[in-house]
């Protein structure tokens, strides 16, 4: 089965950190650019972070810049996403998604295929 899943969620206090993971399993990703987007109760999904295939290019939403950091093991076929200083509008669930180069398709604004989420919970 073709499926991303991501893990490392939680409840974590202001100033805390957090690493999310999205595993790929069924496939490899190493031809996908990857995607970080999260959505907030009320609010519509917005991207975070995205990472090039080769890992060579990464780049941030302003709001997280300085405190996400986007990374990717091909080797283990998984995306990290390390958050530092949370803050409580960092408050979401969170979800990785990948975007197929062998049809055109970047982050974030292209097509692929999306985890469940994982849902982060910033407060004290």
């Known amino acids: 089965q073709l499926q991303l899943v991501e893990s490392g969620g939680g409840l974590v206090q202001p100033g805390g950190s957090l690493r999310l993971s999205c595993a790929a399993s069924?496939?490899?990703?190493?031809?996908?650019?990857i995607g970080w987007f999260r959505q907030a109760p009320g609010k519509e999904r917005e991207v975070v972070s995205c990472?090039?295939?080769?890992?060579?290019?990464?780049n941030y939403a302003d709001s997280v810049k300085g405190r996400f950091t986007i990374s990717r093991d091909n080797a283990k076929n998984t995306v990290y996403l390390q958050m530092n200083s949370l803050k409580p509008e960092d408050t979401a669930v969170y979800y990785c998604?990948?975007?197929?180069?062998?049809?055109?398709?970047?982050?974030?604004?292209?097509?692929?295929?999306w985890g469940q989420g994982t849902q982060v919970t910033v407060s004290s």
């Open positions: 998604a990948d975007f197929p180069l062998l049809f055109g398709s970047r982050c974030p604004g292209g097509f692929g295929s």
């Open positions: 069924g496939f490899t990703l190493d031809y996908y650019d």
């Open positions: 990472i090039s295939s080769s890992g060579g290019s990464t």
